[in-house]
């Protein structure tokens, strides 16, 4: 079981930026993500960072979001830039199985497999 504090969410203009950041206690992990879910909608990966440092990233987060992290204190952390109205949701924080995050092509689709520990959420809203 991880164990999150998120923080960093908040409401913005359109074009404008945000840094997200989170901080994961407890058990070891393969890797972390950052999801997102609006109103209605399912939940969806937006970027993910393995141990390696290797990244994932949703279309929709390509070239305007970057994930990043500080192993040494354990945060996780995602720049977000270019800011639009469909990205506004409630962002999550989340730390990966070793057979969740061994799937690349899966690991931004798999929010629903019971595979991810989850922070507690902290709201993006992005006015136009």
């Known amino acids: 079981q991880v164990n999150f504090v998120e923080s960093g969410g908040g409401s913005v203009q359109a074009g404008g930026s945000l840094r997200l950041s989170c901080v994961a206690l407890?058990?070891?992990?393969?890797?972390m993500g950052w999801f997102r879910q609006a109103p209605g909608k399912e939940r969806e990966g937006v970027a993910v960072?393995?141990?390696?440092?290797?990244?994932i990233y949703a279309e929709s987060a390509k070239g305007r979001f970057t994930i990043s992290k500080d192993a040494a204190e354990n945060t996780l952390f995602l720049q977000m830039e270019s800011l639009k109205p469909e990205d506004t949701a409630m962002y999550y924080c989340?730390?990966?199985?070793?057979?969740?995050?061994?799937?690349?092509?899966?690991?931004?689709?798999?929010?629903?497999?019971?595979?991810?520990?989850w922070g507690q959420g902290t709201q993006v809203t992005v006015s136009s």
């Open positions: 989340a730390a990966g199985s070793l057979l969740t995050c061994s799937d690349k092509r899966t690991v931004l689709t798999s929010a629903a497999t019971g595979g991810w520990d």
């Open positions: 407890g058990s070891a992990y393969s890797c």
């Open positions: 960072i393995d141990n390696d440092g290797n990244t």
